[in-house]
């Protein structure tokens, strides 16, 4: 049995207030750590991208608590977008994980006080073996701070908690300097949509990254009908193909037009039988090349208000793809 839903304007109106105030609350910490980076005037931010793109191994991302959910969420940002990266338990590297942290890595160590007593044992490890520490903390002269090579320091913002103990404030400034980095990371090594697409082969995103190449149809799939052809001739492969188009190439097989199964419905008032395909041909489509990737043909669809594109090489068509393929590879 549910319970009734109906919210009382007392309960609507303390919720709305709730709401606005966290996020403002939010804004003004988000808006004093853009204010520290700006005023970053040892270059720490710089420095911990200079050191964490220069390893050779991983970036090891810990934390506990919060931080940690948060470290997690960092180390698989990183790793999606170009920097090998995990993250670590601290508890679990006391217990054996340790082993998994090498000399050829960097450890992001997360705190917001900087006194976590179970990121000590984790510390400890890479100071004796000389593996580069980047602390991200808001305790200026805490523990883990005096013991990094570079320190990202938080400003100390208030928490949206009301009792000023629930990381909320704290964890959303963590995670956007966490995506700083990953982003000044991606840029600096020149990581690429084909890149990204490498590491998002599956879902949406990755088909929207899939070259037309790789989707558009061609071979005996292609519609192609030679300047000249009737047009009877013209709608039985427009049928035959089911593109929704057909492709109007020259002698030399180079692109002269296309017809399309609208412009056909508008010709249907006249006697087809002995029109060529030229009289109703649009001259200039629209083409684009094998390389543009999925999520861009749909929104050159969209914009154009058509249903398909010729794909050439040169003036050529090597191929064609309709909306409904797209649709068929999960990109829309």
Known sequence: MHKDSTVSPEFAAAASASAIRTISTEQAGLAALLDQLKADSSG????????LSSVTGRVIVTGVGKSGHVGAKI????????????FVHPAEANHGDLGMITRNDAILAMSWSGESQELRGIVSYSRRFSIPLVALTSGAG??????????????????????????TTSALL?????????????????????????????GKLGASLTHLSQIMRQGEDLPLVPVGTTMPDAVMTLSKKKVGCVIVVDRDGALAGIITDGDVARNLHRNLK????????????????????????????NENKI??????????????????????VGAV
Not at 44 to 51: P, Q, T
Not at 274 to 301: F, H, Q
């Open 44 to 51: 720490a931010f710089a420095k911990a991208a200079a050191l």
């Open 274 to 301: 002995d029109v060529s395909v030229e009289e109703i041909m649009t001259r200039t489509p629209k083409t684009v090349g094998g390389d543009m990737s999925a999520g861009a043909a749909i929104a050159y669809l």
């Open 142 to 167: 805490s523990s883990l701070a005096r013991e990094a090579d570079v320190v990202l320091l938080l400003p100390k913002a208030k928490e949206a908690c009301p009792h000023g103990l629930a990381p």
């Open 75 to 86: 180390a698989a940002t990183l790793a999606s977008t170009g920097t090998p990266a995990f």
């Open 307 to 328: 249903g398909a594109l010729v794909v050439v090489d040169g003036d050529r068509p090597v191929g064609v793809v309709h909306f409904h393929d797209l649709l068929r």
């Open 174 to 202: 963590q995670l956007v300097l966490g995506d700083a980095l990953a982003v000044a990371l991606l840029e600096a090594r020149g990581f690429t949509p084909d890149d990204f697409l490498g590491y998002h082969p599956g």
